[in-house]
């Protein structure tokens, strides 16, 4: 007698997809945005003249391949945060695992889900 076992099929694989896809990104681009939009954009120290006025960032936000960027780099910056801080509560037993995942996973989502109305509410 030979049984076909089927392996139990997870979505844990997208998590992990995002949050590798997070931290790569986080790793690459999160110090110079942080120098860039935290320190110099507002200061306007060591960027050009225009460079540090809202009207460009506006545009930049309402291109749609600069939207498709904010996007990503913010939903993917809070799922990679999401997986570290699930990953770290669940080692700490601090709740359910059911109420883990929804604290953070349910937080990355509303984030994105946010993040992709707010960049369609400024327009194209």
Do not use: C
């Not at 790793?27 to 942080?34: S, T, V």
């Not at 359910?96 to 707010?118: D, Q």
């Amino acid at each position: 007698m030979s049984e076909s076992v089927q392996a139990k099929r997870s979505i844990s694989p997208i998590f992990w997809l995002l949050f590798g896809a997070g931290g790569m990104l986080s790793a690459l681009f999160g110090p110079g945005l942080i120098v860039i939009t935290g320190l110099l954009a507002p200061t306007g120290t060591g960027l050009p003249a225009d460079f540090s006025s809202y009207g460009h960032a506006l545009a930049f936000a309402q291109n749609p391949l600069g939207k498709l960027v904010v996007l990503v780099v913010v939903s993917l910056f809070f799922w990679h945060g999401a997986e570290r801080l699930f990953l770290t509560l669940k080692d700490m037993k601090a709740a359910p695992l059911a109420v883990l995942k929804l604290a953070t996973y349910g937080v990355a989502a509303v984030v994105t889900l946010a993040t992709a109305v707010l960049l369609l509410a400024i327009g194209f």
